[in-house]
C-alpha cells in the first residue's frame, strides 16, 4: 500500500472556511497567539481486524492490526494537545474474534485505545439487537445515532443523537447517520428499529448543534456510503444539500480516498468527505486550523498501519 500524499490547501483554495466554522471559533482564535489546531483521527469499518493480515497474505501482508494503532494513536496524542477519536462503524465481522466473542473484545480495545465516539454500522446488526445490547456495557465512549429510532427496541435510551466535545476551547458537534437496514439487514435483526430520513435528520441536527449547542465545527459521523449510481442517500448528497456541517467521515463502501473530497454546500461553504477503506488498514487524520486572521485549513494524512 502506497503512502497517501498530505495536503494542505487554505480558505481561498477552497478547504473549510470561517463562515462553517463559526464567529465562536475565530473569536477563540484571536485571543490565541497564532491558531487553535484540532487533530481529528478517524477509523470505520475495521471489522473486526484486531491482528495484523499474515505475512503470507495476498494483499496487505503484515499491514494493519489494533495494537499498531494503538501505538500511533498514542503517540499522536503526545504530540498533538486537541484530539478527536471517531469511528464511522462496522466494528463488528470479519475475522473469527468476533464469531467466538460477538464484539465484546472489539469495544474493550477501542474503550483501553480511548475512542471519543462511533456510530453504528449495518453489521453491528449481524447478532441482532440483542447483540448490539450484551456488547454495549464493554464501549467506555457513545455511539450516536441520529437516525436509528430505537425507542420501541431493547436499545431504547441506550444511544445518543449528538454530542459536543470541547477541545482547545473548541467547540465540536458530532451526528451520525446510518445506512437503510430494510434489504440490507434481515428484518429480525433490526426488530423495531425505525430508519429517519438521513438528510432530513442531518439538518435537523446541524442547526440544532449550532444554533442551541453553540457547536463552532460539526462532524457527521456517517455509515450511509460515499457515493452510489443510483438516487440512495450517500455521503455526497449529504454533503452538497447541508448547511452547516464541515467533515462528514464516511464509512460502509469500504473507500479509500487519496485525500478528502471537497463539496460545496447548500451555503455555498466548503465542506469535506472522506473515508478510509476497510480492516483497519490506515488510519485518518485532519488537522484544522484556524487562525488569528479569522482564516481556516485543513492539513490532511492518511497513515498506514504497518
Not at 453489521?123 to 464501549?139: K, M, R
Request: aromatic fraction near 10%; charge should be negative; include cysteine.
Amino acid at each position: 500500500m502506497q503512502n497517501r500524499r498530505a495536503f494542505i490547501k487554505n480558505l481561498a483554495a477552497g478547504s473549510v472556511g470561517v463562515g462553517l466554522l463559526g464567529e465562536a471559533a475565530v473569536s477563540l482564535a484571536a485571543q490565541s497567539n497564532e491558531y487553535i489546531k484540532l487533530t481529528v483521527l478517524h477509523t470505520n469499518d475495521w471489522h473486526s481486524h484486531i491482528d495484523p493480515f499474515p505475512a503470507d497474505a495476498p494483499r496487505h501482508a503484515n499491514e494493519g492490526g489494533i495494537a499498531r494503532r494503538s501505538a500511533l494513536i498514542n503517540q499522536i496524542r503526545k504530540e498533538e494537545e486537541n484530539v478527536l477519536l471517531l469511528d464511522a462503524g462496522d466494528v463488528f465481522q470479519g475475522t473469527p474474534y468476533f464469531n467466538f466473542y460477538k464484539g465484546k473484545i472489539e469495544f474493550e480495545l477501542m474503550s483501553e485505545i480511548g475512542y471519543d465516539a462511533a456510530t453504528i454500522g449495518n453489521h453491528e446488526f449481524d447478532n441482532g439487537l440483542e447483540g448490539i445490547d450484551s456488547q454495549l456495557p464493554h464501549a467506555k465512549f457513545p455511539f450516536i445515532c441520529s437516525n436509528y429510532d430505537f425507542s420501541d427496541t431493547i436499545l431504547a435510551g441506550k444511544t445518543i443523537p449528538n454530542k459536543v466535545f470541547e477541545r482547545g476551547g473548541l467547540r465540536i458537534g458530532v451526528y451520525g447517520l446510518g445506512v437503510e437496514l430494510d434489504g440490507l439487514v434481515a428484518p429480525d435483526n433490526f426488530g423495531k428499529t425505525r430508519y429517519l430520513d438521513p438528510l432530513k435528520v442531518a439538518l435537523e441536527q446541524e442547526k440544532l448543534l449550532r444554533e442551541q449547542q453553540g457547536a463552532d465545527m460539526v462532524i457527521c459521523l456517517s455509515h450511509l456510503g460515499y457515493k452510489y449510481r443510483s438516487d440512495k442517500v450517500s455521503d455526497q448528497i449529504i454533503a452538497d444539500n447541508t448547511y452547516a456541517t464541515d467533515l462528514i467521515i464516511g464509512g460502509h463502501t469500504h473507500t479509500f480516498l487519496e485525500h478528502p473530497e471537497m463539496h460545496t454546500n447548500k451555503a455555498n461553504k466548503q465542506i469535506l468527505v472522506n473515508q478510509v477503506g476497510w480492516a483497519g488498514l490506515l488510519l485518518g487524520r485532519i488537522d484544522f486550523y484556524v487562525t488569528r486572521r479569522g482564516h481556516a485549513k485543513s492539513e490532511y494524512t492518511a497513515i498506514p498501519i504497518k
